[in-house]
């Protein structure tokens, strides 16, 4: 098979499922609007050829740019934006209707999706080879500073429901945290690569387990006094858990030991339980998780475990089909739209919607980590990983919440909820991991070609002259039998440059 029949099939590939992708999020506002008012939405010839045209605009971008890019995590992110969409058109029926007009979203999320696809874009068509970011590595480090620092400045940050993670300039505002998580993915990456062996070095090993030497635990103490400081200052534990489980996921990839999450885990939780002693905001998060059904508790206003409560109803209300779309009452949960949009999604589309969305998201994880493990150079490897991770920490955290496996952090489900920072955020991932799953599966592909080259045609005698010599006309070659010579072990981008 010749490498173009190769990659053409591949985005034929992605054009299929982004068929299937639009129709999943553009069939979900079809039918909430049937389910609520019987006719179609007023406005869905405009917002279909909106995302239509944007979706396979990008599709036909990445034939251009990154033609070898994985061909199913673009499918996933447009699906997930749809469901997102949808529902939160779903739920702007219902606030209009208990006139609660502050939390109606209308057209703001399709028009930061936008903004995000386009950043995504902007990702995969600046950034031509990934190996480049590496010259970034502390100018990250320091920019992931300044942003997470941004909300303490008075007069620039905001302070809402108790979180100081958003500033505002003017009528715009922005959570710089989110940028910053990628910020701290590449530092960490391109930290790492430089350092892994001297992290790596053998130190004493106590209960079966080499634990590291103290003068190489620095770097470690730094990222947990880091995100501490998030936890107490800006009272947000999603960060703050997001940050210090990045750190040590990462180092633990780039090490390969096991005694550094263990440390990472002593470290975290004794700092997390002191903190939820001393500061009252943190306390009661804990208390919320611990004591959700307790009636004292569940009336305490504000913060109280109502939303919790409510939103584990919601979702044994679904069952195990659903409401249905446009049906059931996820709008009786605070925050239904943003932090909670996984519960209304459970209450409405059932466990088997709720699971199939796990899916999808462990689908692009499991994506990302494979583009990692194809990917030659190592910091290619952590950048694409800690990318991976990122998202599936996420998704933990928030499901973990929602469900009352741990405490409720006030991170947001990613392409789902309502609000720009984290929607753009996670498209301009997604575009990182087009660019480096193109680099990746270039690699493969070009391997192949030079395995081709190799092959040495076999000359066989298909006639014998009567003198019973055999001469060079009397060998043919053929080439349905090649011979194997040796295997060139060279990056793609080297052959690019040749």
């Excluded at 979706?55 to 699906?79: K, Q």
């Excluded at 940050?157 to 958003?166: E, F, H, P």
């Excluded at 910091?379 to 919440?401: H, P, Y």
């Amino acid at each position: 098979m010749k490498n173009e029949d190769l990659v053409g099939s591949k985005r034929g590939l992605e054009f299929v499922l982004l068929i299937i992708a639009l129709a999943i999020g553009i069939g979900g506002y079809v039918i909430v609007a049937l389910n609520r008012t019987g006719q179609l939405p007023s406005k869905l010839f405009l917002h279909a050829s909106i995302l239509i045209l944007v979706t396979f605009g990008v599709h036909f971008i990445i034939r251009r740019f990154a033609s070898y890019a994985d061909p199913i995590i673009l499918p996933i992110g447009v699906a997930l934006n749809g469901l997102g969409l949808a529902m939160i058109y779903r739920l702007d029926y219902s606030y209009k209707a208990l006139g609660q007009t502050g939390f109606i979203v209308d057209s703001r999320q399709l028009v930061w999706s936008l903004i995000g696809i386009s950043a995504c874009v902007f990702v995969f068509i600046v950034i031509r080879d990934h190996r480049d970011l590496r010259n970034f590595t502390y100018t990250a480090g320091l920019l992931s500073i300044i942003l997470l620092l941004l909300p303490m400045i008075p007069g620039l940050g905001l302070n809402i429901y108790g979180a100081r993670i958003w500033i505002h300039l003017g009528s715009f505002s922005f959570q710089p945290g989110e940028i910053a998580k990628l910020c701290l993915v590449l530092f960490f990456a391109g930290y790492f690569m430089q350092t892994r062996e001297k992290l790596a070095l053998g130190g004493r090993k106590i209960l079966g387990i080499r634990l590291p030497r103290i003068r190489d635990c620095a770097p470690l103490i730094i990222a947990w006094i880091a995100s501490i400081g998030v936890l107490v200052l800006q009272r947000d534990l999603g960060t703050s858990l997001l940050i210090f489980g990045l750190f040590v996921a990462m180092l633990y990839l780039a090490t390969d030991r096991v005694s550094w999450i263990i440390m990472g885990l002593v470290m975290f939780a004794p700092g997390a339980v002191v903190a939820a002693k001393i500061f009252p905001h943190v306390g009661a998060r804990f208390n919320i998780w611990w004591n959700a059904f307790d009636n004292q508790i569940y009336n305490q206003d504000p913060g109280g475990s109502g939303q919790l409560v409510s939103g584990l109803f919601g979702m044994a209300n679904g069952g195990l089909t659903g409401t249905g779309w446009g049906k059931g009452f996820p709008q009786l949960v605070p925050f239904a739209n943003s932090d909670f949009i996984i519960a209304s999604i459970g209450e409405e589309l059932g466990l088997t919607g709720f699971m199939a969305v796990i899916c999808l998201y462990a689908i692009f994880v499991q994506r990302g980590l494979k583009a990692a493990q194809m990917l030659r150079d190592d910091f290619g490897k952590l950048f694409t990983a800690g990318l991976s991770f990122i998202v599936a920490l996420q998704v933990f955290v928030i499901v973990g919440g929602v469900t009352r496996l741990i405490p409720l952090t006030g991170l947001t489900t990613p392409f789902l909820a309502s609000g720009g920072s984290s929607l753009v955020s996670n498209w301009i991932i997604l575009g990182l991991l087009i660019r480096l799953t193109d680099s990746a599966r270039r690699n493969c592909i070009f391997e192949k070609e030079i395995v081709l080259m190799e092959y040495e045609p076999v000359r066989e005698v298909v006639t014998v002259a009567g003198t019973g010599s055999i001469g060079d006309d009397d060998l043919v070659e053929r080439t349905d039998k090649p011979k194997w010579l040796r295997k060139i072990d060279v990056s793609s981008n080297d052959l690019e440059e040749k």
